[in-house]
RNA sequence: GGCCCGUUGGUGAAGCGGUCAACACACCAGCCUUUCACGCUGGCAUUCAGGGGUUCGAAUCCCCUACGGGUCACCA
């Protein structure tokens, strides 16, 4: 591995970040650092129609999110700027006019509707779909007569006959492909805008990208561009082709899947840690060699030394929702609280639990609660209702609380915990409560079980909960009394 | 339809010719706990899509079949 090694991710601004696009950026970033190289994210914008305004930047700013650091890009810039298609056309107009001049390229007239006609006619003769090349040997005189007609053309690569390509692909191995199964694409749109596989090839080869990592629904683009490459004399990169990315009902993710959540920003909202998301992405389809195989949880920097693009899989992955959420709630259980409580304090204010400006002992209080829920939260959304019951005037019994209630003990010991609770000065905090507890056991003579579900029940109308003290100090003095006088009055 | 690619338990997967096929998620059981959650312990593929070979020996190499997928765009 003589050259520096350069890596690069080069989406299309025409949508949020995907978890597929995600996982590629990750991988080509990994390796890049690994080899203490460069990586690159390059906007391909040629297919203008498609562009959406904000999509740049908001999936660089999910990549940023992620960790995902570049070194050369649209906003910093670089030693092969500018990094977007459409800031480039004047290097792809020279490109183009090499392959005009050499004649390995040609114009071709053909309108949408007669390549239709073909195609539909090629299908139904069971034939591969391609061009069927009727401009690719046109006259100057054929030439001019359509330009006088007024006929758009576009500009259409050569494809020598007969040849076979070989891709050494660091997944996938040696995979060739003939070259008379490949039609004469079009390169160049009527109006001079390249196409994908003209435009990555030339990027690709003036960034001096030297390791392509990509979906495998590029792999079969790959001998069309590889053919730019000898065309141009450039230097081959390697190829890696990282399998696709399956739903969790193992079948091909669309658009409007249900199943799962595709785009990094969605999982930024519910409140999913970017590290988590690195980590799982980073196992969907590759895995660590060796002793490490054992292991799973792996910070950006692990994983940056011990990332391989041979390991990875050549079968698709299956995206594994439950494991996703077992991975997060890892992270969230090794987070600081004062972070997942900065989290949680946005979903709690849209809910309309808190206020959106809380004080010093409101954030205090905020804390506490998010802590006692750090433990079993898969996801920071969750904090909504998993804390619903704090925020409740009067609490519903569940069938189960409803039970425990009935018990013969339940109004004596309830009677002797409000008495207590009611003489109490002060602040209830955690020590106090399981003070009071004490006294009523003391009084009643009912102690575990008997003494506990009963006030929990009454308190928060459920038999599970987190810790009971926590909870009715962090209920505070007039909410508890209210639920338990509500409860006796019955 | 042509060309490519893939197939190890419910899921992610290790395994690259030689013990009873790692590990993790999920699931089940037990322990811990006033309850839930967390945590801990144990269980969970007589078998590697199916069928043929090669070999003393195959999940691992070869062939065929089945199934799944990618692609054949003036989309990336």
Redesign the pocket.
């Known amino acids: 591995m003589a050259d520096r090694v350069r890596t690069r991710y080069?989406?299309?601004p025409?949508g949020h970040l995907h978890i597929g696009g995600a996982r590629t950026a990750l991988f080509s970033y990994l390796w890049a650092k690994k080899h203490g190289g460069d990586f690159i994210v390059r906007i391909?914008d040629?297919?203008t129609e498609?562009n959406v305004v904000d999509a740049e930047e908001k999936q660089m700013a999910a990549l940023a999110w992620l960790g995902i650091q570049w070194d050369e890009s649209v906003d910093v810039g670089g030693p092969h700027a500018p990094y977007r298609s459409m800031e480039r056309t004047g290097i792809y107009e020279e490109y183009l006019k090499r392959l005009l001049t050499s004649k390995q390229a040609y114009p071709c007239y053909?309108?949408?509707e007669e390549?239709e006609q073909d195609?539909e006619r090629q299908l139904a003769a069971?034939?591969?779909?391609?061009?069927i090349g009727r401009c690719r040997d046109l006259t100057e005189e054929e030439r001019s007569a359509r330009e006088s007609e007024g006929r758009?053309s576009?500009v259409r690569f050569r494809v020598p006959a007969g040849r076979k390509i070989l891709i050494e692909d660091i997944v996938?191995?040696d995979?060739?492909?003939?070259t008379d199964?490949?039609?004469d694409?079009?390169i160049a749109?009527?109006d001079g805008r390249p196409?994908?596989?003209f435009?990555?090839t030339i990027d690709d080869a003036l960034m001096e990208i030297t390791d392509v990592v990509r979906g495998?629904?590029?792999?079969?683009?790959t001998p069309r561009q590889i053919l730019l490459y000898e065309a141009f004399g450039f230097k081959i990169p390697r190829f890696a082709h990282a399998?696709?990315i399956?739903n969790p009902e193992?079948?091909?993710m669309s658009k409007r899947d249900e199943s799962i959540i595709q785009f990094i920003d969605q999982y930024k909202e519910l409140g999913y840690l970017p590290e988590a998301i690195n980590n799982f992405l980073a196992?969907?389809?590759?895995?660590p060699?060796?002793e490490k195989?054992?292991?799973?949880i792996f910070s950006l920097d692990e994983l940056t030394d011990i990332f391989s693009l041979d390991?990875i899989?050549?079968?698709?992955?299956?995206f594994?929702t439950?494991?996703l959420k077992?991975m997060n709630?890892?992270y969230i259980?090794e987070a600081s609280l004062e972070r997942i409580t900065d989290l949680a304090i946005p979903h709690l204010i849209k809910a309309g639990r808190i206020d959106s400006s809380i004080n010093e002992s409101e954030k205090t209080w905020v804390t506490r609660l998010v802590g006692l829920y750090q433990?079993?939260m898969d996801y920071v959304a969750q904090i909504t209702d998993l804390t619903a019951l704090f925020f409740l005037e009067e609490v519903e019994h569940s069938q189960e609380a409803k039970t425990v209630l009935a018990e013969e003990q339940v109004p004596t010991v309830i009677g002797a915990f409000v008495e207590q609770v009611k003489t109490h000065e002060g602040e209830l905090d955690p020590e106090e409560v399981k003070k009071l507890l004490k006294a009523v056991q003391k009084t009643t003579g009912f102690k575990?079980?008997q003494l506990?579900?009963p006030v929990?029940a009454a308190v928060t109308g459920e038999?599970?909960?987190?810790?009971?003290?926590e909870s009715i100090s962090l209920l505070g003095k007039e909410r508890v009394m209210t639920r338990l006088e509500t409860f006796l009055g019955q």
């Open positions: 080069a989406p299309s025409t391909e040629t297919d498609r053909c309108t949408s390549l195609r069971g034939q591969a779909p391609r061009y758009m576009s996938r191995g995979v060739s492909f003939e199964g490949i039609g694409f079009i749109r009527p196409t994908y596989n435009a990555v495998e629904e590029h792999l079969s683009n399998p696709l399956l193992g079948k091909k196992l969907l389809g590759w895995a060699a060796g195989s054992e292991e799973e390991r899989s050549k079968a698709p992955a299956v594994d439950g494991k077992w709630n890892h259980k433990e079993q575990g079980k506990f579900m929990r038999t599970h909960g987190p810790d009971l003290r």
